[in-house]
């Protein structure tokens, strides 16, 4: 079983509504779906990725000083293997949005059978 962090369990860690993360994956599908939004779906597919890791490593660096920062070559690199795929844009923002949103359980959770469940999607979109 997953055990919280001392970074999360610490008395003041922030608390949050939206996050810099969470809007590129929100622009990511407007793009996707044919918004104008000024950009590419997978441009703010990989910002969104890159916010997420960005923001977890200086929570965890401001609970652990000594830690290791995480490069950006490091970052790159997880991008590459979790490429943005446009035929299957659900599965890769909602696997990617479901792990930004990791202490925002509620919202997470709400979003990721939405993303990643084609009944769930369906019976959301009909009513049925």
Known sequence: ??????????PDFEGMLMDYAEVNFILAEAAQRGASVGGAAATYYANGISASIQYWDAQRRRVVPTAPAVTDAQITAYI???????ANY????????WIALYMQGIQGWSEYPA??????????LTGH
């Open 1 to 10: 079983m997953s055990q919280l962090s001392r970074v999360v369990l610490s």
């Open 80 to 86: 590459a293997a979790n490429p943005y795929s446009a």
């Open 90 to 97: 659900r599965q890769s923002i909602g696997v990617q949005k």
């Open 115 to 124: 993303w990643i469940s084609p009944m769930y999607s369906r019976c959301r």
